[in-house]
């Protein structure tokens, strides 16, 4: 049963300290997507690539956040450096293209719990 | 900014009842997602509608997409326990740079009394 796959579950950090998280997309699929998700803001697009190249990053802050894909089997969310606020769960999710030209679906990962003392 | 919005916000009912969330956007949409979130867990994608008027089922779940595809719904018929979550739907438009915008609504939160 292919998943999505990310590292680390929980992470608690200080602030300012560097925060990367990991994520393995589903074989097979081309697009990743990260998503942040908070009670108040909901479930935020940060960032997403397609064959690993990146074509939005416009809902991250780029100040502070970067996303990669190294290879097609990693892709990567920076933090650096981590505030109080960035505390949240992020998501990574993998896709394919729909058959009938609609958006990709997106198959989420369990997520990385993020808390910035 | 161009949103999608989701009512109810939060539904409270009693097991067999029925369930109804409402996605609505002031922009057209390209198509719309729904997906659904259990309690700690991640969201799953549940369905994908194109077409103008499309209406899908799946067992108790019935998703449909307005005429003028600004606007979807998604109605389950005889709520289960196991239909608690958060559902969301997540509809892709074209902002006024022409570029392809997903966006997400905030989400319905259900809860099913047994």
Same mark, same amino acid.
């Given at each position: 049963?292919?998943?999505?796959?990310?590292?680390?579950?929980?992470?608690?950090?200080?602030?300012?300290?560097?925060?990367?998280?990991?994520?393995?997309?589903?074989?097979?699929?081309?697009?990743?997507?990260?998503?942040?998700?908070?009670?108040?803001?909901?479930?935020?697009?940060?960032?997403?690539?397609?064959?690993?190249?990146?074509?939005?990053?416009?809902?991250?802050?780029?100040?502070?956040?970067?996303?990669?894909?190294?290879?097609?089997?990693?892709?990567?969310?920076?933090?650096?450096?981590?505030?109080?606020?960035?505390?949240?769960?992020? %998501?990574?999710?993998?896709? %394919?293209?729909?058959?009938?030209?609609?958006?990709?679906?997106?198959?989420?990962?369990?997520?990385?719990?993020?808390?910035?003392? | 900014?161009?949103?999608?919005?989701?009512?109810? !916000?939060? !539904?409270?009912?009693?097991?067999?009842?029925?369930?109804?969330?409402? +996605?609505?956007?002031?922009?057209?949409?390209?198509?719309?997602?729904?997906?659904?979130?259990?309690?700690?867990?991640?969201?799953?994608?549940?369905?994908?509608?194109?077409?103008?008027?499309?209406?899908?089922?799946?067992?108790?779940?019935?998703?449909?997409?307005?005429?003028?595809?600004?606007?979807?719904?998604?109605? *389950?018929? #005889?709520?289960?326990?196991?239909?608690?979550?958060?559902?969301? +739907? #997540?509809?892709?438009?074209?902002? #006024?740079?022409?570029?392809?915008?997903? *966006?997400?609504?905030?989400?319905?939160?259900?809860?099913?009394?047994?």
């Amino acid at each position: 049963d292919a998943r999505v796959t990310q590292t680390p579950r929980h992470k608690v950090t200080e602030m300012g300290q560097e925060v990367t998280m990991r994520c393995q997309p589903i074989l097979g699929h081309n697009t990743v997507f990260w998503y942040r998700q908070t009670m108040m803001q909901g479930l935020e697009l940060l960032a997403y690539f397609r064959n690993r190249a990146p074509l939005d990053d416009s809902g991250m802050p780029k100040d502070r956040f970067s996303a990669e894909m190294p290879d097609a089997t990693l892709a990567t969310l920076k933090i650096q450096p981590s505030e109080p606020r960035d505390s949240a769960v992020y %998501f990574c999710a993998s896709g %394919f293209p729909d058959p009938r030209g609609g958006t990709d679906t997106q198959y989420f990962g369990p997520g990385t719990r993020l808390t910035v003392l | 900014g161009q949103q999608v919005m989701q009512i109810p !916000q939060y !539904q409270h009912v009693q097991e067999g009842e029925d369930f109804t969330t409402y +996605c609505n956007s002031s922009t057209t949409l390209s198509n719309i997602q729904w997906y659904k979130q259990r309690p700690g867990g991640h969201p799953v994608f549940l369905i994908q509608l194109v077409k103008s008027g499309e209406v899908k089922k799946q067992k108790r779940l019935t998703f449909q997409f307005g005429e003028a595809k600004k606007n979807s719904s998604l109605h *389950i018929t #005889a709520t289960q326990t196991t239909d608690v979550g958060t559902y969301f +739907c #997540a509809g892709l438009l074209r902002d #006024a740079g022409n570029n392809r915008k997903l *966006i997400w609504g905030l989400g319905t939160s259900l809860a099913v009394n047994p």
